[in-house]
């Protein structure tokens, strides 16, 4: 038996559990009343959800995906002067144990083109990369247009 693969066994599998713990879903955020607003034909929909962190430490959303957009993106809306913008932006700030609510007329999702038709009542599954590479799936409810939440 040769004694130095034996020895090294124990390091090799250690680096494989770290790799592994860093690609893994995040237990440390949670996500809440999800909701997508659907417009009609190919116009842009709008993602909110309320993310929750629950540990001692802040996190930056990164990157959003879904297999059901082309697109997805963070964005956020504002107001000045009497003019509404909207701009893309690169990460979210969560500090720990913090909510950030993405919501209409602030931080909230931008889901372009869709890769099939997307119906009232649909769950779309949307993943969201943290900066420390965990990332969280989440199931987002379409709702209609004229929707005020995740109720309807």
Request: glycine share 10%.
């Amino acid at each position: 038996m040769n004694f130095r693969l034996v020895r090294a066994l124990p390091l090799f599998l250690a680096g494989m559990a770290s790799l592994t713990a860093h690609a893994t879903e995040a237990a440390h955020v949670q996500a809440r009343d999800a909701w997508i607003r659907v417009l009609p034909g190919d116009l842009p929909a709008g993602g909110y959800v309320v993310l929750e962190n629950i540990s001692d430490q802040p996190i930056n959303v990164r990157a959003v995906q879904s297999a059901r957009y082309g697109s997805a993106m963070l964005h956020e809306s504002s107001n000045a002067g009497g003019v509404s913008r909207m701009s893309m932006v690169d990460s979210l700030a969560i500090p720990a144990h913090a909510k950030v609510a993405l919501s209409p007329g602030g931080y909230h999702l931008m889901l372009m083109s869709p890769t099939a038709p997307v119906k009232v009542g649909d769950k779309i599954k949307v993943s969201f990369t943290f900066d420390d590479g965990s990332t969280l799936d989440a199931d987002f409810t379409a709702q209609p247009a004229n929707a005020a939440g995740a109720g309807g």
